[in-house]
T-cell receptor, first 112, second 116 residues
Framework: ETGVTQSPTHLIKTRGQQVTLRCSSQ?????VSWYQQALGQGPQFIFQ???????GRGNFPPRFSGLQFPNYSSELNVNALELDDSALYLC???????????FGPGTRLTVL | GQQLNQSPQSMFIQEGEDVSMNCTSS?????WLWYKQDPGEGPVLLIA?????ELTSNGRLTAQFGITRKDSFLNISASIPSDVGIYFC????????????????FGQGTILTVHP
């Protein structure tokens, strides 16, 4: 069974740029959730995707957007990057009917 | 937004000691999850709880879903050096319907240090 994978591992961008992060869900999982984890904090829910549609969103502005593909993999896009967007971005996959979410290793984004 | 109050913030213990940490909230949760996160990695699921009063074990770890559905605790018995890490509680709110389905609210974490 393949676990959740994310790419890239690390990324450095400058303010105003755009970034795309990628996630492959665990085999058999049809739901993907994205979280932002600032240093020293717990993860904060960004949004969740099921059947290629956004299914719930946390307190993040519209410049955070996402996609889910037919194979259940997902992308997180962030436009007009700000310094405060520097964080570990975590992807978690799950079954639609279950609350247990399994996390990938994360992408460390640094905005300069 | 909703918050989970997790305590203690950090613990320094000797190898072999037992550990207890907990999470409380003013809101009712229908699911409690406990995760462990090592530096530079994603959280790893340890235990999932679905019913009020439920007590579940996973090896040396035991967690309980509080009767009021507003709290949960995690115990680690006979700690070993590899227990070092950050432990997070996470919950899903009850009664919010499909719009928050799957949204997990996390505590601030408990940093555990185990001295050999």
């Amino acid at each position: 069974e393949t676990g959740v994978t994310q790419s890239p591992t690390h990324l450095i961008k400058t303010r105003g740029q755009q970034v795309t992060l990628r996630c492959s869900s665990q085999s058999g999982h049809n739901t993907v959730s994205w979280y932002q984890q600032a240093l020293g904090q717990g993860p904060q829910f960004i949004f969740q995707y099921y059947r290629e549609e956004e299914n719930g969103r946390g307190n993040f502005p519209p410049r955070f957007s996402g996609l889910q593909f037919p194979n259940y993999s997902s992308e997180l896009n962030v436009n007009a990057l700000e310094l405060d967007d520097s964080a570990l971005y975590l992807c978690a996959s799950s079954l639609r009917s279950r609350n247990e979410q399994f996390f990938g290793p994360g992408t460390r984004l640094t905005v300069l | 937004g909703q918050q989970l109050n997790q305590s203690p913030q950090s613990m320094f213990i000797q190898e072999g000691e037992d550990v207890s940490m907990n999470c409380t909230s003013s809101s009712i949760f229908n699911t409690w999850l406990w995760y462990k996160q090592d530096p530079g990695e994603g959280p790893v699921l340890l235990i999932a709880l679905y019913k009020a009063g439920e007590l579940t074990s996973n090896g040396r770890l035991t967690a309980q879903f509080g009767i009021t559905r507003k709290d949960s605790f995690l115990n680690i018995s006979a700690s070993i050096p590899s227990d070092v890490g950050i432990y997070f509680c996470a919950g899903q709110l009850s009664g919010a319907g499909g719009t928050s389905y799957g949204k997990l609210t996390f505590g601030q974490g408990t940093i555990l240090t185990v001295h050999p």
